[in-house]
């Protein structure tokens, strides 16, 4: 049986380890931990200690830790450029896309983005996704938590793009198909993914030397097309 996870970002390499707050109550009272059950815990940058529980009560959870892991992150890391889009479509792609591996996630208002972040959306929103990024992660035994960025606009996207080793844009009105790029060994890819209106003409425009890619003749939802592109690359 595979044990369940729980995050503590200030976590290090010790015998026992406390876990106190919202992920201690989460363990004791939801998912109804036991004295001699397994556990894993980690701080969301590669470290993960597994460990049996030892003692617990209301507001907290101690760990005996009988193995101790640190990961790396693969030397190519996949970051989404998801639009914000209405609904729970944004939230569904960025919880995929961190169940598929996803390195960062960056919001995008697009300026067809129905939902819009202004004044103080903008830290409430991104703080929301962090969220449900991290519960993704969690229930992906992930011991990395992808970071979310603050909303960037259509320009400050186009001045970011430059940085990266590859860049996927998602259109229909592109011509070539996943199969056909040459993919780095290492390094950052962006996979930017449109709202439901889709990239305005004068945006893609703006994306100078991405690669404009065609999923296919059926035209994805923005809550599918990143995961989808994401578990092409990742799980093949």
Do not use: C
């Not at 190519?76 to 996803?102: H, S």
């Not at 939902?115 to 991290?134: C, D, F, P």
């Amino acid at each position: 049986m595979v044990e369940p996870l729980f995050f503590q970002p200030d976590l290090v390499a010790t015998k026992e380890v406390v876990i106190t707050g919202d992920e201690a109550k989460h363990a004791v009272s939801v998912r109804r931990m036991r004295i001699g059950e397994a556990i894993a815990v980690t701080n969301g940058k590669g470290l993960k200690l597994r460990g049996k529980v030892i003692a617990l009560d209301k507001a907290s959870l101690t760990l005996e830790v009988f193995e101790t892991i640190q990961e790396t992150q693969p030397e190519l890391q996949y970051v989404l450029v998801q639009a914000l889009a209405k609904g729970d479509r944004d939230e569904l792609a960025i919880q995929a896309a961190t169940e598929l591996g996803v390195a960062a996630i960056l919001p995008w208002q697009a300026t067809r983005s129905v939902s819009i972040w202004e004044g103080k959306k903008k830290e409430t929103g991104r703080a929301r996704w962090q969220q449900i990024v991290l519960e993704a992660a969690k229930q992906s035994l992930r011991s990395f938590v992808p970071s979310v960025g603050d909303v960037v606009t259509t320009a400050e996207l186009a001045s970011v793009l430059p940085t990266f080793d590859l860049v996927l844009v998602l259109d229909p009105t592109g011509e070539k198909k996943l199969r056909d790029l040459k993919y780095p060994v290492g390094g950052k890819v962006a996979i930017v993914v449109g709202p439901e209106g889709g990239i305005s003409p004068e945006e893609l425009q703006k994306f100078a030397g991405a690669e404009i890619i065609n999923l296919g003749s059926n035209v994805l939802r923005t809550s599918t097309a990143g995961p989808a592109v994401l578990a092409a690359l990742t799980l093949s």
